[in-house]
C-alpha cells in the first residue's frame, strides 16, 4: 500500500469515526428537543440538502484545484458541524450543522475519492477502492458503539438525554480535529495541468451517456434513498422496541463489520460475476435486510439483518465508485464522482421526508417495508439496464483485472 494510499485512508476512518459517533444520535437528539416524525425527517434530510446543490460545481473543482485541497477544506468543515452539534440546545442550530456536516463531507469524501481514482492505474481501482472502503466500514464500525457509550454514561451520570447527546457530539469533534491535522500533512498525488473552465450542463451531459454511469448512478441513489430510513427512524424504532443507545450502536456496528469483512473480496467477486450481476444481488440482499427489521424486536435479529444489509453495502458501494471513475477521463473524474454524490444526495434528501409522512401517517412498520420495496425496484431496474446493454461496458471492468483496458 502506498504512502498516500495509507494516508487519505487513515483520514477517511476517523472522519467516519467521528461523524458515525455523532450521526447515530441525530434523531434521538431532535426528539429529546421536541421534533415529531416530520421535523425529525427534514433534519435529517437537511444533511443531504447542501450536498445536492454543490455536488456537480464540486467535482468541476477538484478537477481543476485538485483532491488534496477538496479534502482539506471537507475535513474543517466536519471540525465546525460536528462542534455546532455538540452546542445545539434547540432544532434550529442542530439543522444548521447538518447543512455544514452535509456540504463538509461531500467536500472530503468527493476529494478522497478523487485521490484514491489517482493513484496507480485502472487494475488497481479495485484494489484501491476495496482498500479505502475497508478503511470507512472500520470507522464506521467503531463509532456507532463509542457514541452509544458516551451518550449512555452521560445519561446515567446526569439523568439528561440531551446532555448525553451533546457530550457525544463534543467527542466527535475531537475526532474530527485530528482528521483536519492529518488532512494537513496529505500528500499531493496526480497533480497535472488545471482542468480548464467548462461547462457543467454539457459535461454532465457526456457523462450520462456513458453507459457505466448510468448503471452505477441508478445502483447507488436507489441503495441511499432506500438507507436513509437508517438514520431517520432505525435508532427511533430500535429504542421503541427497548434497546440502549449502546446496543442502537452496536447495530450499526453489525453492517458496518459486515461491509469491512466482505471488501477484500471484492475483486474476485468482480472477476467471478461483473459489476451488473454483483449490485443486483446486492440491492436483493439491502432489501431482505432492511425490509425486514418490523418481524424483529431483539438484538440478535436485528444485528443478522443488519449484517445482511451491510454485505450489500460492502460490495456495492465501491463497485459503483469504480464503474464511474474508470468510465470518465482523468480530466472529468472528479466531476463524475461529484455527480454520483449528488446523485446519492438526491435520494437521502427525498428518503427521510418521505418516510416521515409515511410514520406519521401509517407508522414505523410501512417505512421499511418501503425502503425493502424501493431496493428490489433497485435491482430490477438496475438489471433491466444490463439486458439493454447498459450493464455490458461495466462489466468489462473485469478486464481491469486480467491486464486489459476497461471502458473509459
Known sequence: MSAGLKAICTISAIHFFAWLLAAPLVALHARALGAGPSLIGLVVSVFAIVPLAIGVPAGLAVDRWGARRMVLVGTAAMVAATGLMAASSGVSLLLVSQAVAGGG?????????????????????????????????????LGPPAGGAVSDLVRA?????????RAAFAAATLASVVAWDLARRLPEVGVGPAAPPRSAVKEVGRLLRLPPVVTALVASTLVLFAFGIRRAFYPIYVNGVGLSDFELGLLFSAQSLASMAVRPFLPRAVAALGRPPLLVACLVLAALGWG????????????????????AVGFSQPVTMVMVANAAPRHERGLALGLRLTANRLGQVVSPVLFGMVTAT??????????GAALLLGAGVVGGLSLLGYGREAARGRAGLTGKSPAG
Open 105 to 141: 463531507q461531500l467536500l472530503l469524501i468527493l476529494g478522497a475519492q478523487t485521490y484514491v481514482a489517482g493513484l496507480g492505474g485502472p487494475e488497481d481501482r479495485d484494489r484501491n477502492f476495496g482498500a479505502f472502503a475497508f478503511s470507512n466500514a472500520l470507522g464506521q464500525l
Open 157 to 165: 451520570t446526569w439523568g439528561q438525554d440531551v446532555l448525553g447527546y
Open 292 to 311: 425486514t427489521i418490523p418481524l424483529w424486536s431483539s438484538f440478535w435479529p436485528l444485528a443478522l439483518a443488519a449484517a445482511a444489509a451491510g454485505v
Open 362 to 371: 401509517a407508522g414505523l412498520a410501512l417505512a421499511f417495508y418501503g425502503a
